[in-house]
Each structure stands twice: as C-alpha cells, then as structure tokens.
C-alpha cells in the first residue's frame, strides 16, 4: 500500500508540474529505470545506486502508461540509457493483459543505440482484472488475487516461448552494448519458493527459447538471486555501468 501511495503521489505531482513545452533536464546522464510493486526491494536500491555513479535514474511505473512514456522518452533521446527492470508490458500486450505497454518495449532503446540492461521482472504474470469471470476463465492455473481489482495469472511455459521469441526479435536490433539478466530464484514478490506464483520449470523454458534466438553479441547472464532483493540490484547496476563505460569508449 505504501508503495501504491507514493506512485500515486508522484504521478499527482508530474501531472502538477509538467506543461507542454517543459523538457526534461539534468547535468547528469539520466537513465530510465522502469518498476512496479513486485519488484521494488530491487528499484529502490537501483536507484540509489544508480545517484551514487553519477547518473540521474527517472523511475518509470510499468503499468502500460508509464512504460509506454519510458519509450517514447528513450526515442526522443532524453535517457542516456535503461535499466529496464520490468519488462512486463511485452507479456501484457501479447495476452491482452491491464498493462499492455504498445509494440516498443525494449525496441525502443535497441532501436536508438542506447545500453541497455533488461530483466524479467513482471514477466512472470499476466494481470487481469479481478472480476468473477476471469478467475472462471483462468480456473486450473496459479493465481495471485491481490485485491477486489487485481488478478495476476502465471504465465505458462508456451506463453514465455512466445515473449522469448518477441523479446529476442527486438534485442537482436540493438545498436549499443546489451545483456539480459534472469534471476534463477523468483522474478517477482509473487514467484519466489513458496510464493503463489513459483515455476522454476516454465522460467527455464523462457531462458532457453531467448538463449537459442538472441545473437551472441548480447549476453544472457543468469543470476543465483531473487530478482526482489538489493542484492540483485547491485548486480544489474554494476553491469548497467559496465555497459555504459563500453559506450563511452
């Protein structure tokens, strides 16, 4: 709830202070971070980090809108960079998910040569609303009710083949320094052990579709971590630096 609030509160006083014609600005190379509920033990650490290297990370709340304005954002060239956490919105736009986030997830910053870190986080679940027919729809796979609005569907492992194949199609377009980091223990709060969302089994399908269809110049890097931990994001920002140090040379 307290997250909830504060994505609230933010996006009150974007609304507030943003006018047509103001442009985003900073001394700083500012890097898109997108998050969302499920992952945020990891952004917030991320975010800091990311302040303590010298950059300037502008969150962006993977809900289909806030995404969708991460890359539209990314093509007008204002981020030097993403660290793109939670890419949710390819799995939400193929099955008609709340949070579908248009065809640019990921193209985006592939397109415009800029480096990129990407993660699985929100892969892992289709959110659908809660309404009585979609849990009789969806009767027989595992579910997370998260309140009267909210129904998030585990992803089956066809369904990840199909958003390793759309992930892979536009990665495999990138111009600038790119990797992808897939955390083995949980990609969301909801799909570690003992959560309602946990199948390691339909995880590793999606990691060996993408490992068979990416070109080698983008490195696949599996992490022994729950992507929801400050541990994994030291990790993804370490290697966002490490790619953005590449770009410079």
């Not at 800091?48 to 969708?68: T, V």
């Not at 193929?94 to 397109?111: H, I, K």
């Not at 969301?188 to 052990?193: A, I, M």
Request: charged share 25%; glycine share 8%; with cysteine.
């Amino acid at each position: 709830m307290r997250a909830q609030i504060v994505n609230a509160i933010g996006a009150i006083c974007g609304m507030v202070e943003m006018n047509e014609g103001q442009q985003l600005k900073s001394d700083k190379p500012m890097i898109a971070i997108s998050s969302f509920g499920f992952a945020e033990r990891c952004v917030q650490p991320a975010i800091g980090l990311l302040r303590e290297r010298g950059f300037e990370p502008i969150p962006c709340h993977a809900q289909g809108k806030g995404d969708r304005a991460m890359d539209e954002l990314i093509r007008d060239g204002v981020f030097a960079g993403a660290l793109d956490v939670v890419t949710r919105g390819i799995g939400e736009e193929l099955f008609r998910g709340n949070c579908a986030a248009g065809n640019d997830r990921v193209l985006a910053a592939s397109e415009m040569g800029v480096p990129q870190v990407v993660s699985t986080s929100g892969l892992d679940m289709i959110s659908y609303g809660n309404r009585k027919d979609s849990a009789e729809r969806y009767r027989g796979r595992k579910l997370a009710v998260i309140d009267e609005l909210r129904l998030e569907v585990r992803t089956t492992p066809e369904e990840l083949a199909q958003i390793a194949l759309v992930m892979a199609e536009r990665l495999n377009r990138a111009k600038a320094p790119t990797s992808v980091l897939v955390p083995l223990r949980g990609w969301s709060s909801l799909s570690v052990q003992g959560r309602q969302l946990y199948d390691p089994e339909a995880d590793a399908v999606f990691v060996a579709e993408l490992k068979r269809l990416v070109k080698p110049e983008i490195a696949i890097k599996e992490v022994d971590l729950a992507l929801n931990t400050p541990e994994f994001a030291r990790v993804a920002v370490d290697e966002f630096d490490a790619l953005y140090e590449l770009c410079k040379r």
